[in-house]
């Protein structure tokens, strides 16, 4: 369960919640939604619900298949797992209006789908079909320090 504010992964979100009940974050809701069926149900300030939906976006089968003669293995560069083992990714997320047709997936082995959604490494596809990484800024804060003592040498 996720409110819009976390699919769309709006800072100040609160947490979605697995049907077992475990919270888990927006980037990772965003991950799974990369690829599953939604259930839409909307619920006023009461608590009470007052709309029932459900949208599709799945990978069918036939373009599941289509995406495996195409990509063969993860698109990932240097990656060499089959593409039995990968999954379908959105390079426009669905959430964001991206299409779920061949010329906004390919395939992501599970690794490399995790850093995507949840690293934050972007892919560039470029119109020669040649998949570009692009690694998240560094973070050059140096690690909070233990306490300061004054002890002489």
């Not at 990369?34 to 459900?54: K, M, P, Q, T, Y």
């Not at 906004?104 to 490399?112: E, K």
């Not at 570009?132 to 306490?147: H, K, N, S």
């Amino acid at each position: 369960t996720a409110t819009l504010g976390t699919l769309y992964m709006n800072p100040g979100s609160a947490a979605a919640e697995m049907d077992h009940g475990d919270p888990v974050s927006g980037v990772t809701v965003g991950r799974i939604a990369c690829d599953c069926s939604i259930r839409r149900h909307v619920f006023d300030s009461a608590s009470l619900l007052v709309e029932l939906g459900l949208r599709k976006r799945v990978v069918s089968p036939q373009l599941r298949k289509a995406l495996e003669s195409r990509d063969r293995h993860c698109r990932w560069p240097g990656c060499t797992r089959p593409g039995s083992w990968c999954e379908a990714h959105h390079v426009v997320p669905w959430i964001r209006g991206g299409a779920t047709n061949p010329d906004n997936l390919l395939l992501l082995c599970l690794r490399h789908h995790v850093q995507v959604h949840e690293g934050r490494w972007q892919l560039l596809v470029h119109p020669d079909g040649h998949v570009e990484v692009i690694r998240p800024p560094l973070d050059f804060a140096a690690p909070p320090r233990g306490p300061a003592t004054d002890r002489a040498a």
